[in-house]
């Protein structure tokens, strides 16, 4: 489905890409190396950079290999409304972010919007199904036929690329499909007037 505010939405994702081409070239400027400011695992000191690495990215290279599925993904991942969009990146960021954390190499610091990128394709692929919507179901399976490849990325493979951010920025996409199905049945069970959509407790 199409986001309800189409020249909103592409301004939104155009704006938060424009960021990350922003902070690649203060990298390439700066005499710091920003990108130490990624994620290191299982280390106090990295933990923060749970907060950054979505911004960060190794060289241009790795930037552009990110750029169209984060622009793609991030305007189709706002069908639901701006403030719905806001909510299920903050989740897969903080998911996806806590996984590298946990589980990577403590030799390595994570950086790239790639999580993000999985994270939105996840939720995509997987909230017809948690709402039961025909609509959302038919891009699930456009997306699926076009970038369904894609997907092998959350295993072990390639020594240079994050198969962690990859995996757990998936399972935060998912994880944030069931929260907004979640919220959406409440809301619903609210406007029909059942029985505890105020919040009271049954026997």
Request: aromatic share 10%.
């Amino acid at each position: 489905m199409v986001p309800p505010k189409p020249l909103a939405a592409g301004i939104v994702a155009v704006s938060f890409t424009v960021v990350l081409y922003l902070v690649e070239l203060l990298d390439v400027l700066l005499p710091a190396d920003l990108d130490q400011g990624g994620i290191r695992a299982r280390s106090l000191s990295g933990l923060d950079g749970i907060a950054w690495a979505p911004v960060l990215h190794d060289g241009w290279s790795h930037l552009f290999a990110n750029t169209v599925p984060v622009l793609i993904f991030a305007f189709l991942a706002m069908a639901g409304g701006i403030g719905q969009w806001i909510a299920v990146t903050a989740t897969i960021w903080v998911v996806g972010g806590l996984g590298v954390w946990l589980t990577a190499a403590p030799d390595v610091v994570t950086v790239g919007a790639s999580g993000l990128a999985f994270g939105w394709l996840a939720f995509l692929l997987v909230r017809g199904l948690f709402n039961r919507s025909f609509g959302q179901l038919a891009v699930a399976a456009v997306l699926l036929f076009v970038w369904g490849g894609m997907l092998w990325g959350v295993l072990p493979g390639n020594p240079g690329i994050s198969w962690q951010g990859h995996l757990f920025g998936a399972l935060g996409g998912v994880f944030a499909a069931w929260l907004v199905a979640k919220s959406d049945n409440a809301r619903a069970r609210k406007a029909k007037g059942t029985p505890g959509a105020a919040g009271t407790l049954g026997a």
